[in-house]
């Protein structure tokens, strides 16, 4: 059986001014596609490193990562970026929108990326909306939403990709306790809707009791227990 992602025995090391700070110890885990995972930990114990590897955000090597079977490490920058421009969704903690975009051009904008052409944007997108219940701020700019509804549009947005994996780096961080429960239960909705594979880090408890696998990371150790 091939993992969608295969993470052996991978080390990581952040230089700072000549000195080397190990974020991640031998790391091992699979994920399967159609997974749920949410890597928790307190601050500090290597989550956004390990998301970062795994999402190709971090220009490395990545020896140590499997993807589909194939080595991150030995794959060509166009593999990369197909990778990074069609399989992957990042969401990230602040949001990332485009701040002069509407919601409706911001959901658009990876598509055209993509090539995908106007009439099947507009079906990806509407689809999109409707799913995450945003479909009324489609000309809204990011200013004129509130927290959760910038969440839900970028949640949108890495939808509309139809990516085989979503990689959330806590999701809702900068939410409050009503706007972050609806936006895990869109992100874990999305799983069940389109079997799409669900990789969160988070250390909110509210993520972690709706989390149906929990990966525990300290000081960048995978604890043995949580596997
Ligand atoms: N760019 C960087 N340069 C140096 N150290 C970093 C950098 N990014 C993160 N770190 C350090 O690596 C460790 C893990 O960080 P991170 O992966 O962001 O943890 P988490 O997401 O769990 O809070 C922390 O000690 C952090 O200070
Ligand atoms: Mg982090």
């Known amino acids: 059986m091939t ?71 030995s794959m060509g920058n166009e593999d990369k970026n197909n990778i990074r421009r069609f399989d992957i969704g990042f969401i990230f903690q602040s949001f990332h929108l485009f701040p002069v975009l509407t919601a409706y051009e911001n959901i658009e904008f990876f598509l055209i990326r993509q090539g995908v052409d106007e009439k099947k944007r507009k079906e990806l997108i509407q689809e999109s909306m409707e799913v995450l219940g ?16 910038r969440q839900r549009v970028a949640i949108a947005r890495a939808l509309a990709k139809r990516p085989k994996v979503i990689i959330a780096d806590e999701p809702t961080a900068s939410l409050d306790q009503k706007n972050g429960e609806a936006v895990v239960d869109h992100l874990f909705g999305i799983n069940k809707k389109f079997g799409t594979t669900i990789i969160v880090a988070s250390h909110d408890p509210m993520v972690l009791r709706h989390s149906p696998k929990i990966i525990n990371l300290i000081d960048g150790e995978i604890q043995k227990e949580s596997l």
């Open 3 to 73: 993992f969608l992602y295969e993470v052996k025995n991978l080390d990581f090391n952040y230089q700072l001014e000549g000195i080397q700070f190990q974020a991640l110890k031998k790391v091992n885990l699979k994920v399967s596609a159609g997974d749920v995972m949410t890597f928790a930990g307190p601050s500090g114990s290597g989550k956004s490193t390990l998301l970062n590897l795994m999402g190709l955000m971090e220009e490395t090597s990545n020896d140590m990562i499997f993807y589909n079977g194939n080595c991150m490490g």
């Open 134 to 149: 945003i479909s009324d701020l489609q000309n809204k700019r990011p200013t004129q939403l509130s927290g959760g509804q």
